[in-house]
């Protein structure tokens, strides 16, 4: 019962029936009540039927002004596309948000240039609705292309010319700001409408927006340029005009290979098709040559004939199979497309064919005489265009830097062919678990540092160190990509600055890579979380990339810290300390009592030394076994054997000792211990980070690797 008087009030509110909202809410109903699965409230629709005196009555009884239907939509955004300004005013009064918005991102501004309505516009613009906001949308819509659009594309697409003009010329709209699939304006506008009475309206727009200078680059949702939309549209003017700017290329193509003279002719529109034949047409490409035969227009087979466009042969597919793993189903499909070529170029710059996007264009796949590639993008004009171009050209020898297998220049861009990869970082370590984890981080954090010292060693600083911008190839080989922020290492002060910047870069990459990147790159903590493994050594490494040694030079640091203990392996770390434990200094004195006499021993077992209980770490057989070697540590009065003390030097001593001896001992022993270097690593995980810090520090290298080694070099 209560649901249809509910049903009631909401038909009685949009119909305009107030006498009966008024009985209805005397007897009862629920002024909030929601009807069916959008959500409606009497509110909303009186809002969406006009009805000011029925709205304010239910707000009088309690309508809540700031309800929402299943989609997001608030009466207040409701206003905007009745364009009612009393009630647009009157909601802001109760605390709408001028910009508030539904899940599809429609604000009550957008909606305004929707439906055309030019009063509740400028009253919206006068109490400061943001112009260029962009719909936004969840996670799920973007991943789709959806949103992203603006009120003036909204205008734009449903031929409100006028309110295109104020939207541009007062309100100071960006022309060319894109929504998520990449369309700007100019592309709206010449979407083709079901509404013919609003094409001509249209046809101003798009002219309108074209002398603003909008892009005349930007392709629809089909991969439609701006020429081909025009001549879909019919419009031989906007073909003239687009021409006239010799930025768009006459032979591109759409997703299906369709060219604007292939358009042309499929409508039957003679002028349109002469224009592009004069202006220069080409006649082989795709399924063209098919066309005239279906074509039942004299005039334009005339016309074909004169401009040679008649029994061409047209292209021949080959067979292709992709090498790239992730890439291959899209490359398949560029390779059968027909694409105009950019000399050994072919790419169709299209949202299916984009691999990442950065801030001064995007990556698309492509192929370069005949192989795959990334192809970046850069308008020719952007400032690192030919920055990173010199770059990659300098740096083509490398073995861990992306390498530029080619470019091509044409009309307003510069195409940068590179090494295809599967990945970037961040996507690496966001792959499923069992896809996840062939590379272990150690591996992936001395490649970066390989990488780093190689375009340090080409004469350029990188700069612009993130996970986007170290790849993995199908074959899980890691490059580092990425420089059109580069800068070249010239002056010597100037020089050790680029270097340090990428230092303290490389320190963040550090832990993001032993996290997995399950940490945020952009707001990492400054320590490292306690539970992490082998935190001591990370923490000394990211310590020394912040703040060096400073008796090494900026440029020689990375050459060092590659040799970092962080990077041996168990072997090296155990060979490392047992090298140490057979310092005569060591092994054959009572190394507690002798620090004074002995540089190595004092500043090893000092008094902050973490391993002055080291004994009540080991189990007591092997300790035993050691104590008291000939008696198995039964037989406690026999005299002890050179006894170990409770110091880091008697530890290393041990250490050594064991691996020396380890197969005479009896067989519980070996048994416990298994492998000497799993058994004390395991124990003392922190013992050999302390071990070669404290030797650093006093320049005691002997037992270091060659890099790090400066005497040895």
Not at 227 to 234: K, Q, T, V
Not at 302 to 307: C, E
Not at 489 to 502: C, G, H, N, Q
Request: with cysteine; charged share 30%.
């Amino acid at each position: 019962m209560a649901a249809d008087r509910a049903i009631q009030l909401n038909n009685a509110a949009r119909d305009g029936a107030i006498e009966i909202v008024q009985q209805l809410l005397e007897e009862g109903t629920d002024v909030n009540s929601k009807v069916n699965d959008a959500g409606w409230t009497p509110l909303h629709s009186a809002v969406q039927s006009d009805e000011e005196e029925i709205v304010h009555l239910l707000l009088s009884k309690g309508a809540n002004p700031l309800a929402k239907k299943a989609n997001g939509a608030t009466p207040f955004i409701l206003a905007g596309i009745t364009g009612n300004v009393k009630l647009l005013e009157l909601f802001l009064d109760k605390q709408s948000d001028i910009n508030e918005h539904d899940i599809n991102g429609f604000t009550a501004f957008m909606e305004a240039a929707w439906y055309g309505k030019m009063e509740a516009l400028q009253f919206l613009y006068n109490r400061g609705a943001n112009v260029n906001l962009r719909r936004e949308v969840d996670e799920e819509k973007k991943v789709m292309n959806k949103g992203g659009g603006t009120a003036l594309m909204d205008a734009a697409r449903h031929g409100h010319f006028k309110v295109v003009e104020v939207l541009i010329e007062e309100m100071k709209a960006d022309v060319n700001i894109c929504d998520n699939q990449d369309r700007n304006a100019l592309v709206h506008a010449l979407s083709v409408s079901e509404k013919k009475d609003c094409i001509p309206n249209k046809e101003q727009a798009a002219f309108f927006l074209l002398k603003c200078g909008a892009d005349v680059n930007k392709r629809d949702e089909s991969g439609k340029t701006t020429l081909i939309l025009a001549a879909e549209m019919g419009s031989q003017g906007l073909v003239k005009a687009i021409l006239k700017k010799d930025e768009v290329d006459i032979d591109d193509a759409d997703k299906d290979s369709k060219t604007a003279l292939m358009v042309a002719v499929e409508k039957e529109n003679h002028e349109i098709v002469k224009m592009l034949c004069e202006a220069g047409a080409k006649k082989d490409i795709g399924s063209l040559t098919g066309a005239p035969s279906a074509c039942y227009n004299n005039e334009i087979k005339k016309t074909l004939r004169q401009y040679g466009l008649w029994s061409s042969p047209s292209q021949q597919t080959v067979s292709y199979t992709a090498s790239s793993i992730r890439w291959g189903p899209k490359l398949n499909d560029l390779h059968k497309m027909y694409r105009p070529m950019i000399g050994k170029l072919k790419i169709f710059i299209f949202p299916d064919f984009k691999i990442h996007r950065n801030s001064h264009g995007s990556v698309y796949l492509g192929f370069y005489d005949k192989k795959e590639v990334a192809v970046k993008v850069f308008p020719l004009d952007a400032e690192n265009a030919e920055q990173e171009k010199n770059c990659l050209e300098q740096c083509c020898t490398s073995s861990h830097l992306i390498k530029i297998l080619g470019w091509e220049k044409r009309k307003t861009c510069l195409y940068l062919c590179l090494n295809l990869c599967e990945r970037n970082l961040e996507e690496y370590f966001g792959m499923a678990e069992s896809e996840n984890g062939t590379i272990e981080s150690k591996d992936i954090l001395k490649t970066i540092f390989q990488a780093v010292m190689e375009i340090h060693k080409f004469g350029f600083g990188h700069q612009d160190l993130e996970p986007s911008n170290i790849l993995i190839d199908a074959a899980g080989k890691i490059f580092l990509a990425d420089f059109d922020k580069s800068r070249k290492l010239v002056d010597d002060e100037e020089k050790d600055a680029i270097i340090t910047k990428d230092l303290q870069a490389l320190k963040g990459l550090v832990l993001y890579v032993v996290k997995r990147g399950k940490i945020n790159f952009r707001d990492l903590p400054t320590q490292c979380p306690e539970d992490l493994e082998n935190r001591r050594e990370i923490e000394d490494l990211r310590t020394n990339l912040e703040s060096p040694d400073e008796n090494i030079s900026v440029d020689q640091r990375l050459k060092k810290l590659i040799c970092h203990p962080y990077f041996w392996n168990k072997n090296e770390k155990f060979s490392f300390l047992k090298d140490v434990g057979n310092e005569s200094d060591i092994k054959t004195r009572n190394t507690k009592h002798h620090n004074s006499k002995s540089k190595i021993l004092k500043v090893l077992n000092h008094d902050d030394d973490p391993f002055k209980e080291w004994k009540e770490q080991i189990d007591k057989e092997v300790l035993g076994s050691m104590t008291y070697p000939f008696h198995d540590g039964k037989n406690k009065k026999a005299k002890p054997k050179n006894p170990y003390d409770n110091c880091v030097t008697d530890l290393l001593k041990l250490i050594r000792n064991m691996d020396a001896h380890f197969s005479e001992k009896e067989e519980n022993v070996r048994q416990i211990i298994k492998e000497p270097a799993d058994y004390f690593l395991e124990k003392f995980p922190d013992l050999t980070i302390y071990v070669f810090r404290s030797l650093d520090n006093i320049h005691y290298d002997k037992h270091f690797p060659k890099a790090w080694n400066t005497s040895q070099q």
